[in-house]
């Protein structure tokens, strides 16, 4: 079993900044991080939850959607098996929980925005950490 355990979350002023962590373990680890399609998620209150960015751990390859690029970089530590996301010039709309997800996928198939952006493709999911932008 792959498990996945966030931290890092908080309370910020807007303009502050944030990292995320995200920490996978488990006895069947075996290559699972370093081939993986890993995300980043969130979800506001009465809202859907979205795909904020997604790497490969292999390849490095980021994605990210259009509301965080510049903003978020997300990066991986393979060694430490851990995910993060490096969150500056928070807003307010930045305010939800965070969530890590991941899949075995391929590099070419991590690729995929439109797939990988979508929750219901990944098999692994931390309990979330959370996120709180003040004005």
């Known amino acids: 079993q792959v498990m996945l355990v966030e931290s890092g979350g908080g309370s910020v002023q807007a303009g502050g900044s944030l990292r995320l962590s995200c920490e996978v373990s488990g006895p069947t680890i075996g290559n699972f991080f370093s081939d993986s399609c890993m995300a980043w998620f969130r979800q506001a209150p009465g809202k859907e939850r979205e795909a904020v960015a997604t790497t490969h751990t292999g390849s490095g390859d980021t994605y990210y959607a259009d509301s965080v690029k510049v903003r978020f970089t997300i990066s991986r530590d393979n060694p430490k098996k851990t995910l993060y996301l490096q969150m500056n010039g928070l807003k307010p709309e930045d305010t939800g929980m965070y969530y890590c997800?991941?899949?075995?996928?391929?590099?070419?198939?991590?690729?995929?925005?439109?797939?990988?952006?979508?929750?219901?493709?990944?098999?692994?999911w931390g309990q979330g950490t959370q996120v709180t932008v003040s004005s």
């Open positions: 997800a991941a899949v075995r996928l391929p590099s070419w198939s991590c690729a995929n925005w439109s797939q990988t952006s979508s929750q219901t493709i990944y098999n692994r």
